[in-house]
């Protein structure tokens, strides 16, 4: 199923193009442009902070539409009518779509790096007063742990995005409405982050989780849950009547 998914995204490649394109754009939207701030001193990592706040509002929505197009052909009956089981279906678009995800964060990540390297004087400066870091938060830091943060960045956005493109799919599995999907899918996604909600607020690296500590529940283990909660839930359906 792993080499039959890999070669349908390859034969994909310019919806995954577009889709990387556009991210592309999501990102330097949220990374580089948000850190003009007058009078103060931006700096690499800023991009990490600032672009972890808002990617659930920006990339984890746009993950949604990119998996209906992606995954859509899954369905078709052609295509069902080969497989022995009904949980065959649904187990090969959880692995087409945790592989989108992976290239996705694979892609965001690279893109937030080399903004983070190229597009600043500095790619720290967090100990400094005239740093965006103590504008919002009114403490500065003399060093911090980088792996932990580039690994926290890197699963949330993994997590969002493979929680968000599967959430759609579940959806259209049971009720074969992929405009139902989008819409529960995109209302959830956004009624969190509005509300600051910890399952998705708390999953990012923004400035008060380096005063504050990450939590490794919100950032790891609750995303793998959710997860696996619908992966199992999908694979207990057993009527086809979503042709």
Known sequence: ???????????EWRVMLFSLFLMLIIMLGLSLFQTDFSQLQSCGMDAFALSSRWMASGVFIFSIFCSININKNNFKPQRVVLSK???????????????????????????TAIISITCFESFYNWDLSESVFYHFTGYRMNSINYPIIFIAYFCQAFFG???????????????????????????????????????????????????????????????????????????LKTKRDYL
């Not at 199923?1 to 034969?11: C, F, G, V």
């Not at 992929?178 to 956004?190: D, E, P, Q, R």
Request: proline letters at 2%; one cysteine or more; aromatic letters at 14%.
């Open 161 to 235: 995005i493979c929680t968000a493109a599967i959430a759609p799919m579940i959806i259209f599995w049971f009720f074969k409405s992929y405009g139902v999907g989008a819409a529960i899918s995109t209302i959830v996604i956004l009624a969190g982050d509005v509300s600051g909600s910890e399952f998705i607020y708390g999953q990012n690296v923004y400035y008060d989780k380096m005063i504050n500590g990450m939590d490794s529940r919100y950032h790891f283990i609750f995303p793998v849950i959710v997860l696996v909660i619908l992966m199992v839930a999908g694979s």
């Open 85 to 111: 089981k009904n949980s065959s279906v649904w187990n090969y678009t959880i692995i087409k779509t945790v592989i989108m995800s992976l290239i996705m964060s694979m892609f965001i990540f690279m893109v």
């Open 1 to 11: 199923m792993i080499k039959r998914a890999l070669k349908e995204l390859l034969t």
